[in-house]
């Protein structure tokens, strides 16, 4: 889903960017083909809008209510479309788009009345604009909010009590490595910050060109070259952050890979099914098959399999062996375990298995498990990130997966 959003996110980028160009080319003889420009830049703005709030609301759905992004995945394309056209479709009918004197260029055109201009500009570009950038940010830091209790509470709960322990439990206890968040709200926080930035200053550039009745002064030339560049300048922005994305990066190392691997062999290469590897794993880490482990499907040949054995997980004055606990992670898109909120639970006398969903995050199980959420709180809560993230190095993915 993470690679799917992203190309949308350049596509509509792309498309915002030709006819923001063309826009700028076009002069005041050409009246049709001037609305028409502008129509296609208010249905792109629209649509990256929307979208780039969907993939925020997303995130908190999957993250803290534990919903299937994938689920809502149509909802969100064919929302973001629908909402574009319905803003788009009415000034570009009524002939709202079209030439501007104001400003000069291609924009909402000033047929009847300067505060007309300003009503349509308002009702069908600039609030949903300021909402949805808005909505943006409020999501991103209820998700970064939420993320940070997460991690004091894992901290709080799988802190030894060093008062009550025996000097045998102290003696066996692993070392826990609590990973860094600062990374991951930094990603979280960037879409939202840039979108709040540009699209918040861009309307009020805009708001103030239209009372002001154009430009007077050095000052007013000023504010409308901010508003240009930043209109320009906006789809450039989106597609630097789409292409640094770890999931576009991903698949176009994979592409590559593809590509590289086929232009050497002669012909493409077959599909290949492995188990996750190690190299030279630690005492504390070592890849142990089940006995009750469900076969690997043909029809599903992506997923991949990581079993991970903690030998000691430390839980306020006792700890588990590594006979009593056991976490087997299974995620069905590795391309996405870099989001770092893959969420786990070690579970005493149970071996747990997780089941990647929507935007990689990790559930509690079937029904059943969820019920016994005393026995969760019971053995401690860690995050199989963390355990994950500690020993990177000695896991190795299947060729084309992310990692």
């Known amino acids: 889903m993470v690679e799917y959003m992203t190309q949308q996110k350049m596509d509509t980028s792309l498309l915002f960017a030709l006819a923001s160009v063309a826009g700028s080319r076009i002069t005041k003889d050409l009246e049709s083909l001037c609305g028409f420009s502008i129509f296609l830049v208010q249905l792109a703005l629209q649509f990256s809008g929307c979208l780039f709030f969907t993939i925020s609301l997303n995130l908190q759905l999957v993250v803290i209510h534990e919903f299937s992004g994938r689920k809502f995945e149509k909802f969100y394309i064919t929302g973001s479309a629908a909402i574009a056209i319905i803003l788009t479709v009415p000034p570009y009918a009524t002939g709202k788009f079209g030439w501007d004197p104001l400003e000069g260029c291609c924009w909402y055109s000033l047929k009847s009345s300067k505060e007309d201009k300003l009503i349509w500009e308002i009702t069908t570009q600039m609030i949903w604009t300021a909402l949805t950038a808005i909505g943006e940010f409020v999501n991103s830091a209820y998700v ?53 930035f540009i699209n918040l200053l861009s309307t009020f550039a805009s708001v103030f060109s239209t009372i002001n009745n154009g430009y007077h002064n050095q000052t007013d030339y000023h504010i409308l070259l901010l508003s240009d560049c930043l209109y320009g300048g906006r789809p450039l922005v989106y597609a630097i952050l789409a292409a640094s994305d770890p999931a576009f990066i991903r698949g176009s190392k994979s592409l590559l890979n593809h590509l590289l691997s086929r232009h050497r062999s002669g012909q493409s290469p077959k599909p290949v099914l492995c188990a996750s590897e190690t190299k030279l794993s630690p005492p504390e880490l070592s890849p142990s098959p089940m006995a009750n482990d469900p076969p690997i499907s043909s029809d599903n040949v992506s997923d991949t399999m990581i079993r991970i054995e903690v030998s000691t997980i430390t839980h306020h004055n006792r700890s588990l062996s590594a006979s009593e606990s056991k976490i087997e992670h299974v995620f069905n898109d590795p391309s996405e375990f870099d989001m770092g909120m893959e969420f786990g639970v070690v579970k005493s006398n149970t071996t747990t298995t997780t089941q990647g969903r929507g935007s990689a995050c990790l559930f509690r199980g079937s029904d059943q498990e969820k019920q016994e959420e005393d026995a969760f709180l019971e053995a401690g809560v860690i995050t199989i990130y963390q355990v994950l993230r500690k020993y990177e190095q000695h896991i190795t993915f299947c060729p084309g997966k992310g990692g």
Not at 149 to 164: D, L, M
Not at 174 to 186: A, G, L, M, R
Request: proline content about 6%; glycine content about 0%; some cysteine.
């Open 144 to 196: 970064i909010i939420w993320m940070w209790k997460y991690n004091q509470c894992v901290r709080y709960i799988t802190q030894p009590s060093s008062k009550n322990s025996s000097e045998d439990d102290q003696s066996n206890q692993t070392p826990f490595h609590f990973i860094d968040y600062k990374k991951i709200f930094i990603r979280i926080s960037l879409y939202p910050l840039v979108s709040c």
